[in-house]
């Protein structure tokens, strides 16, 4: 089974590193100075579960020189989807699958549009991960690759691409409902994922304090609002899950956050926006998200100058 990574930041590099590491057959597609420095220098994973390792892999910039393959791991930030989506089609043959690993509950439907939907499998990445600098990729908290159909069935086809991610040292699972783990997912995301930009904290630094405890609360019962709009019921525990992290997650910084202190573009359109657009078409207001949004909106209009 050939494996394509497109995107390789901190997702993309280490679940394509594991792969690779472990004897697949990966081809990587990338882009500025990460690509430079994975050409000069290979790509080197610093992992609390799989240790430290570089390693030479194959890692060009156009797709179309990437060869055909059988699964693309679609890792690049929601914002790139629309745009990216065409560029994915010369890397696929007959029966070959993208797999959107990217936060957000849209990008899906983005792909379908462009890929056909029988194309577009649906997946959620539970795991702490981040770029320390190009070309290295630190894996700091959990690493559940969850996937599924959108279809919600249980197929053969995603059964035989997560065991091929087992035998090659990825920790991953078959979805019984896909749209229900994204919308899952979305919960952490519209809450901790902004919320950090606003107090430049991290997972455990937010959760210390009862009132910002109260608030993430708050964000994700909204979100838990919207997606019961789109019969998708979710369960008031994850809320308690979420608000009580593992260790591994207490030093955690988001992703957001990150790329905010990198003056990278943030996900927040992705992320809230799309949950505001969601509540919007169902008439459904939600109050906290809205501040949140308009608060990083404004935070990021400043950075920017």
């Not at 050939?2 to 590099?13: H, N, P, Q, R, Y």
């Not at 060009?60 to 989506?85: M, Q």
């Not at 709009?229 to 308690?240: P, R, S």
């Not at 591994?248 to 956050?257: P, W």
Request: charged letters at 25%; aromatic letters at 6%.
């Amino acid at each position: 089974m050939k494996i394509g990574i497109f995107g390789t930041g901190a997702i993309g590099g280490f679940y394509g590193g594991i792969l690779a590491k472990n004897g697949a057959d990966v081809v990587f597609i990338a882009r500025g100075r990460i690509l430079e420095v994975i050409k000069e220098r290979g790509l080197t994973i610093k992992s609390f579960r799989h240790g430290h390792f570089t390693l030479k892999v194959n890692a060009i910039e156009s797709p179309k020189e990437a060869g055909k393959v059988d699964v693309v791991l679609l890792c690049v930030k929601s914002y790139d989807t629309e745009g990216v989506a065409p560029l994915i089609l010369p890397m696929l043959r007959e029966g070959s699958v993208v797999i959107s690993v990217q936060n957000g509950i849209e990008n899906e439907e983005i792909l379908s549009k462009v890929l056909g939907r029988e194309r577009v499998l649906g997946a959620t990445a539970f795991i702490g991960v981040y770029v320390e600098s190009p070309g290295t990729v630190v894996h700091q908290a959990a690493g559940l690759l969850e996937i599924g159909e959108l279809s919600g069935k249980a197929t053969e086809r995603v059964k035989k691409i997560v065991d091929f991610l087992k035998s090659r040292g990825i920790e991953a699972r078959v979805s019984k409902d896909i749209n229900y783990a994204l919308w899952k997912k979305l919960l952490w995301n519209v809450s901790f994922n902004p919320y950090s930009v606003m107090t430049r904290a991290t997972v455990g630094q937010m959760i210390e304090v009862p009132e910002v405890k109260e608030v993430l609360k708050r964000l994700m019962e909204e979100a838990i609002l919207v997606a019961k709009a789109y019969n998708v019921n979710l369960e008031k525990g994850i809320i308690d899950d979420y608000l009580n992290p593992s260790e591994d997650l207490i030093n955690y910084k988001t992703s957001m956050l990150l790329d905010f202190e990198r003056g990278k573009t943030l996900e927040i359109e992705g992320i809230t926006g799309a949950l505001i657009r969601k509540a919007n078409m169902k008439g459904i207001d939600i109050p906290y998200n809205k501040c949140v949004y308009a608060t990083v909106k404004l935070l990021d209009k400043l950075r920017m100058g």
